[in-house]
């Protein structure tokens, strides 16, 4: 039986005597019948004098990269692996043999104490204590805003998600894709392969991230469950109803029957996952193996396909010359059927830019000739991108290989050089690792700024500004990693802004990732499906819906769980969260056999009165899940 460690005796004694005089309150509260959120809402809350600041003691369980690198997992095993999962807290069902402890109340709970109250309950209670993150949201609600300002706090709140939200979105769609894009063109990947791994990545990048910072912990694994589910529901239905309305199409027969048998059994295994309760090694690497294996399967169906489409016109047409290759085509229909507009923006006398403008220029944000076409929405929505798009650029580097430059700007990549190796520091386990000081003496911060500081001037003076150096390749790398971990820090801030509302208004993690995680991070997808299907490309945003969340299920899960197995835990906990996650995963199984079965029915003619049943599905399951949710639908007690 493994042996847990009661976070009541992991404290000091002054911290042990605040809990044992807050126990009797609690019992009371609790006997009285006063756990009421509207109550919570009314009474006001105690000020204390400790600021909502950065959390320097908090560490980040999401060092996903780790496992893309093996040297960096070296790295943090060297400096301290961590032992038992802080988030296997005790239970009342389930204490541990031979401890006196008391156990931990759930969090939720904490509306219906007295103001006085609160905010000592939020700090002692260890179910409220977030492992990963820069900010503590719950003390900043608690501890700092009084009851009558909790609306205003939950606004400021609310607007910071949707803000953290769009800050994943810039940086997955202007800094992680291209360099992916750019890493898979040096590496002279085939389009199905690039597609199917690097691409999906960046698409499905916010997803993944929020999965496996929520996976971290036993009591967020929920959130990620719901966030995946609900995802997969609202892609299965409103995106795929919404591309058959606005243009009905014939759906390519094999890959739409491959894609949809490979997510339903990914399905299986993650309900059968939150049946047992856990994820053991196997469990985990089987996730990635078959995501493996759907690669094959994808690259094998579309070599098979094109030796038959090769073999069938070499038949018909005997006399026809050998066909061009895929880069051959790609050559002649830019060469023939494309122009150069930005020919007549260029000026007719060119004078070299100095180093300063070269630098001004390249951490721009701003292109002011789009600035004047574009309306007034637009404009709103870029004053709000361009403090994030600047902090970008000056932190990420971006390789484009479609340029003849491959979008080298010496003096801007040299600065990279420094601040990009800095920021990896400072975001990896929410920077318990940049403030690390070695040898009791010198931080590692400095060192990296020492070591970035030498390796850019060696490269602003061996390089020019006109012609890019033989490792440009190098900065796509490095630009994959910083923009990795920028994804990584906005996405541990949006699970745990996502908890603090759960507190609050007493909402299981389940019903927050179906709805907003699932929304938040879908968002992107629904607009440039929907986009495709208008500008005549159905096919293609049908396909995409089904690759996307295969990738996100099975690489989201699968490295969730082995990236917590890999720090000394033989298996993660998952805690599901009522009926709920049941009402889910059925949903998406039921809404996945329906199209199994219907699509082939219609001879895989999708129509509008087939995307408006789907679009009715999703609006009756979303009903049924927030009944659940409140108790209106519930299991009878026996």
């Known amino acids: 039986m493994q042996t847990v460690t009661s976070p009541e005796l992991s404290r000091g004694p002054d911290e042990r005597g605040k809990g044992q005089r807050l126990r009797p309150t609690l019992q009371a509260a609790f006997a009285a019948g006063r756990v009421d959120l509207h109550r919570c809402r009314r009474r006001s809350v105690e000020r204390e004098g400790r600021p909502v600041g950065l959390m320097a003691g908090r560490r980040l369980h999401l060092p996903w990269v780790l496992s893309l690198l093996g040297v960096l997992l070296m790295v943090e095993t060297a400096l301290g692996a961590r032992g038992p999962s802080t988030g296997a807290h005790l239970s009342p069902q389930f204490p541990a043999s031979g401890v006196n402890q008391t156990a ?7 509306c219906g104490l007295n103001a006085s109250d609160r905010c000592a309950f939020i700090r002692t209670n260890p179910d409220c204590h977030s492992d990963g993150g820069y900010l503590d949201y719950l003390d900043g609600i608690f501890c700092h805003f009084p009851a009558d300002l909790l609306p205003l706090a939950i606004a400021l709140y609310a607007l910071w998600l949707l803000y953290l939200f769009l800050i994943l979105g810039v940086t997955a769609e202007k800094f992680f894709c291209p360099n992916l894009s750019a890493i898979s063109t040096t590496l002279r990947l085939s389009h199905n392969v690039a597609g199917v791994t690097f691409l999906a990545f960046g698409n499905g990048a916010p997803d993944i991230f929020s999965a496996i910072v929520a996976f971290s912990d036993p009591r967020t694994a929920g959130l990620a469950l719901g966030a995946l589910f609900g995802a997969g529901v609202l892609v299965t239905t409103v995106v795929a109803g919404g591309i058959a309305i606005l243009r009905p199409f014939t759906a390519a027969s094999r890959p739409f029957l491959r894609d949809i048998i490979f997510y339903m059994v990914a399905v299986f295994l993650t309900f059968t996952a939150l049946y047992r309760g856990r994820v053991p090694l196997a469990w985990a690497l089987g ?50 059927n494309s122009y150069d507009y930005g020919e007549e923006y260029r000026p007719l006398l ?18 002011y000739r789009k600035w004047r076409s574009k309306s007034a929405s637009w404009r709103a929505l870029k004053v709000l991108k361009l403090p994030v798009e600047f902090l970008l650029l000056l932190t ?10 491959g979008n080298w700007k010496r003096p801007l990549n040299c600065l990279h050089l420094v601040v990009s190796p800095l920021v990896l520091v400072l975001t990896l386990q929410s920077g318990a ?30 390089t020019s500004n006109r012609q890019p150096p033989r490792l440009h390749w190098l900065f796509a790398f490095l630009g994959f990693l910083t923009s990795a971990l920028w994804i990584n820090a906005a996405a541990t801030e949006v699970v745990n802004i996502l908890r603090s509302l759960g507190v609050v208004f007493r909402l299981s993690n389940t019903v927050l990732g179906l709805t907003l995680l699932a929304w938040g991070n879908s968002i992107g997808d629904v607009f440039s499906d929907f986009t495709l299907a208008r500008q005549g490309y159905p ?30 835990h033989t298996e993660v906990k998952l805690e599901p969260d009522g009926l709920l996650v049941w009402v889910l995963a059925g949903a998406l199984g039921l809404s996945l056999v329906c199209s199994l079965v219907s699509v082939p029915l219609q001879c895989f003619q999708l129509s509008k009165a087939y995307g408006l049943c789907l679009l009715l599905f999703y609006v009756s399951f979303l009903i ?15």
């Open 104 to 110: 931990v109340v759930d969090c939720r709970d904490v």
């Open 287 to 336: 996730y990635l193996g078959l995501y493996a294996f759907y690669v094959v399967t994808v690259v094998l169906c579309t070599w098979i396909y094109r030796w038959q489409r090769r073999r069938s016109l070499v038949y018909s047409m005997p006399g026809t010359p050998e066909m061009l290759s895929e880069s051959e085509e790609d050559r002649v229909s830019s060469n023939t």
């Open 350 to 367: 060119f004078s070299q830019e100095t180093t300063v403008q070269i630098l001004i220029h390249g951490l721009n944000p701003l292109d």
């Open 396 to 405: 990420v580097p971006v390789m484009d290989p479609d340029k003849d430059d």
């Open 433 to 462: 690792y940049g403030v690390y000081e070695i040898g009791g003496l010198v931080p590692v911060w400095a060192v990296v700024v020492i070591a970035g500081t030498a390796v850019a001037a060696v490269t602003f003076f061996a």
């Open 539 to 568: 096919r293609m945003a049908y396909s995409a819906c089904f690759g996307g969340i295969i990738f996100n299920i099975l690489v989201g899960v699968g490295l969730g769980c082995l990236l917590q197995i890999s720090r000394g």
């Open 624 to 638: 049924v899940a927030l009944l659940t949710e409140f108790g209106v639908i519930h299991l009878k007690s026996v």
